[in-house]
């Protein structure tokens, strides 16, 4: 089944909004705002782009289901792309509660596990949704 071009309209959309959201949020996309902190790397940019692909592939792939079980699974794996490219130590309250010494120390190392969490969940979604789909 064709997927109506308001599905990929909205697919494009949700995409890219994440990409340029997430990306200014986090320091990947450097703006005249603030500095990051947490030196930018290849993998910050790999999560951020899958993460946003597989954003718009579920909203594209949920438009075409009427049962659309699993939605919690994707704003988590949304949610854990957010977490895997943002930069810990520029998040005040964070660094109020924790201090920065132990957030450079347990959260920063961390930080790609939530990326392949990301990725496993919206991929997982996607995947499942296909297979009981068709």
Known sequence: MQP????VRNAVLVGGAFLLATGIITGLVP????????????LDYTFLALTALLAGAYVLQRSSLEDCDGDRCAYGGAASGFFAVACPHCNAVLVALFGSSWLA???DPIRPLFGVLAIGLLGGVLYARRNSSG
């Open 4 to 7: 109506s071009r308001t599905a």
């Open 31 to 42: 703006t005249p705002l603030f500095e990051r902190m947490v030196p930018r790397t290849a």
């Open 105 to 107: 120390t347990y959260v």
